[in-house]
C-alpha cells in the first residue's frame, strides 16, 4: 500500500491494530500505533480501546495504564468499557488499591461506573480479604445487583466470618429488595461445609423451601461432600433420600463424592457398585471417578483390578491423568515391583504426559533402595533439566541412601553439586551426612560439619545434637558429648526425650564402669 503511494487511513491502522491484536501481536500493534502521526493520522478512541483491552487482557496492566492516561491528557475520551479493562487488570493481578483509585477518578471525570465496575472491584477486594472495604463499597453502589451480594458472601464466607455473611442476606438484602437466589444459598452451604459446620450447612438446605426459592442438583452436591470429606456417609446417604424426596437425581460429581469416600473408608466393593450404576441413571463416570476406584483398589493391595480399571478408562474414552498414574506409580513402589513402575512410567510417557516432582522422588527412592544409584542420580539430573520444580526431598533420599550404603565422599560430592546448582540443603541432609560420617568412626568429621552450619545459615535441631552427643557416649567421650549438651541448651535447644536418654545411658554405663 506504501510502496504504490496510498496513505493508510485512521480506519486503515484501526483494522490492522484489531487484526494484530486477535492474534496476540501486541507489541506489533502497539508499534503502529506510534507509526500512526508519521503518516498524518491521529489515534482515535477505537485504537485506544482495542490496545488497551488487548493489554489488559495479555495482563500487561501497566502498559494498558499508560494508554488509558495518554487518552485522558488527550483528544480521545475513554469510554465506561476502557476503564473497565484497566480496573478488571488491576483487580486481577491484586492491585485493588490502585484500582479502586481509578473509579475514584472516574467519578471526578464524569463518568458513571457501571455493574461490571462496582462488580469487579467488589470481586478484588473480597479476594484480596478486604471485607470491610467491600461492604463499605457496597453501601455506596446505587442499584446492587444480586452477584454483588453474593461476592461479598462469599468473601465472608470463605474467611469464616458466618455471623456477617447471614447479616448481608438477611439485613442487606432484604433492606434493598434484592432477594437472594440459589446461588446465595449454595454459597453460604459450601462455605459452612469447608469449616467442617455440617449442621448449619443442612440447616440453610432445610431454610431454602421456607424463603421461597428450592434447593438444586448443586446445593445437594455440595452438601454430601461436605459429608462424605467427613467419612459421615450414613448422613451423606440421607441426603440422596432427600434428594430423591424432591424428584432430583445424583450427577457425576455426586457420585464421585460417595466413590471417593467409600475408597478412602475400605468399601471398595460398595464403590464398585455405585459405579456399576452410574450409566443406567445416565450418569457417565470420568477421570475423577476412575482414579478414587483405582486408589481404592491399590489401596487394598488389588493391584490387577486396578490395572484393569485404568485399561477400562481408555476403553470408556476417558483420558487419565497425572494423578492416575501416580497412584499405580507409588503403589507398585510400595510392593518394590520396580519392573511394573518403570512399565508405568513408560506408559505415561508415551502418552504425551511429564513426570512430576511426585513421580520422580518415588523413582528415586525406589533406585536408591535397589542400590542403583547412578539411575538415581541420572533422574535427579533429569528433573532439574526438565525444569520440573525439585524441594529437598529427593536430595536428602539420594545422600540418605549414599550414607547408609557407606558412600560419604559420594554423598559429600552430591551435596556440594546441590549448592552449585542454587539449591538449598536443610538441616536433613547435613543430619544424613554427619550421622554417616559418626557411623564410619569419623566423629571429628562430622563436628567439622556440624561447625559448617552456622556459616551456611542452617539451625542445628535436635536430632544433628542427638546424632554427636549419641556417637560421643558411644566413643567414651563423654565430656565432649556433655559440652555439646550444653553449648546446645544455651543456644536454644530443647533436649527431646531421646537427647536424655542418650544422656543417662551412657551416665550409667559409665558408673557401672568405675564400679
Known amino acids: ?16 491494530i ?20 508519521k503518516h498524518g493520522c491521529a489515534p482515535n478512541s477505537i485504537v485506544y480501546q482495542t490496545l488497551i483491552h488487548a493489554l489488559a487482557c495479555a495482563n500487561r496492566v501497566n502498559d494498558a495504564w499508560k494508554l488509558l492516561e495518554e487518552m485522558l491528557f488527550g483528544d480521545c475520551a475513554p469510554d465506561v468499557n476502557t476503564f473497565n479493562d484497566v480496573i478488571i487488570g488491576l483487580c486481577r493481578v491484586d492491585r485493588v488499591l490502585e484500582a479502586a483509585k481509578l473509579v475514584d477518578r472516574m467519578l471526578v ?36 445487583n444480586i452477584v454483588m451480594y453474593n461476592t461479598l458472601i462469599n468473601g465472608y464466607m470463605t474467611n469464616g466470618r458466618f455471623e456477617e455473611a447471614k ?72 441426603i440422596i433420600g432427600e434428594m430423591s424426596n424432591k424428584g432430583l437425581c445424583l450427577n457425576t460429581v455426586g457420585y464421585n463424592c460417595l466413590i471417593s469416600a467409600l475408597c478412602r473408608d475400605g468399601q471398595v466393593h460398595e464403590a464398585l457398585e455405585l459405579f456399576r450404576n452410574m450409566p443406567g441413571k445416565g450418569c457417565k463416570p470420568d477421570v475423577f471417578t476412575f482414579n478414587s476406584l483405582i486408589y481404592g483398589l491399590t489401596k487394598v493391595d488389588n493391584m490387577k483390578d486396578a490395572l484393569c480399571m485404568y485399561r477400562d ?114 538441616v536433613v541432609a547435613y543430619n544424613h551426612l554427619i550421622s554417616g560420617l559418626c557411623k564410619m568412626g569419623r566423629i571429628e568429621e562430622a563436628y567439622n560439619l556440624f561447625e559448617k552450619l552456622k556459616s551456611e545459615r542452617i539451625c542445628a535441631d535436635a536430632v544433628t545434637y542427638n546424632i554427636l552427643i549419641g556417637s560421643y ?24 526425650t531421646v537427647t536424655w536418654h542418650i544422656l543417662v545411658t551412657s551416665l550409667l554405663k559409665r558408673v557401672t564402669r568405675r564400679v
Not at 506504501?2 to 491502522?13: A, C, D, M, N
Not at 467442617?196 to 428450592?214: C, F, R, T, Y
Not at 505415561?348 to 518415588?362: A, C, I, P, Q
Not at 543456644?491 to 527431646?496: D, F, I, W
Open 1 to 16: 500500500m506504501l510502496s504504490k503511494g496510498i496513505s493508510p487511513t485512521v480506519f486503515t491502522f484501526a483494522t490492522v
Open 167 to 238: 447479616a448481608v442476606l438477611d439485613e442487606s438484602m432484604v433492606g434493598t429488595g434484592c432477594k437472594p437466589d440459589i446461588y446465595t444459598y449454595n454459597i453460604l452451604i459450601h462455605g459452612f461445609c469447608k469449616k467442617g459446620l455440617l449442621s448449619s450447612a443442612h440447616q440453610v438446605v432445610n431454610e431454602i423451601s421456607v424463603k421461597g426459592s428450592e434447593p438444586n442438583v448443586i446445593t445437594y452436591t455440595i452438601l454430601i461432600d461436605g459429608f462424605c470429606k467427613k467419612g459421615r456417609l450414613k448422613e451423606a446417604e440421607d
Open 473 to 496: 557416649c558411644k566413643a567414651g567421650l563423654f565430656n565432649e558429648a556433655y559440652a555439646l549438651f550444653d553449648r546446645g541448651v544455651v543456644g536454644g535447644l530443647v533436649p527431646s
Open 18 to 37: 484489531k487484526a494484530l491484536c486477535a492474534v496476540n501481536e501486541i507489541d506489533s500493534a502497539c508499534s503502529l500505533l506510534r507509526d500512526m502521526t
Open 313 to 426: 478408562m481408555y476403553m470408556d474414552g476417558v483420558i487419565a491423568n497425572t494423578v492416575t498414574y501416580n497412584t499405580l506409580i507409588h503403589a507398585f513402589l510400595r510392593r518394590r515391583a520396580t519392573e511394573e513402575v518403570f512399565k508405568i512410567v513408560n506408559d505415561m510417557l508415551f502418552r504425551g504426559f511429564s513426570l512430576d516432582k511426585f513421580t520422580y522422588t518415588g523413582l528415586i527412592k525406589a533406585l536408591c533402595e535397589d542400590g542403583a544409584f547412578e539411575k538415581a542420580s541420572g533422574l535427579f539430573e533429569e528433573m532439574l533439566s526438565k525444569g520440573t520444580s525439585a524441594n529437598n526431598l529427593p536430595c536428602n533420599i539420594l545422600i540418605s541412601s549414599l550414607c547408609r550404603a557407606g558412600k560419604i565422599e559420594k554423598a559429600r560430592e552430591f551435596l556440594k553439586e546441590m549448592i552449585c546448582r542454587g539449591l538449598k540443603p536443610d
Open 109 to 144: 471525570r464524569g463518568f458513571s461506573p457501571d455493574e461490571i465496575t462496582y462488580g469487579n472491584l467488589m470481586q478484588g477486594l473480597c479476594k484480596t480479604g478486604r471485607l470491610d472495604e467491600a461492604k463499605l463499597l457496597l453501601k455506596k453502589v446505587p442499584n446492587p
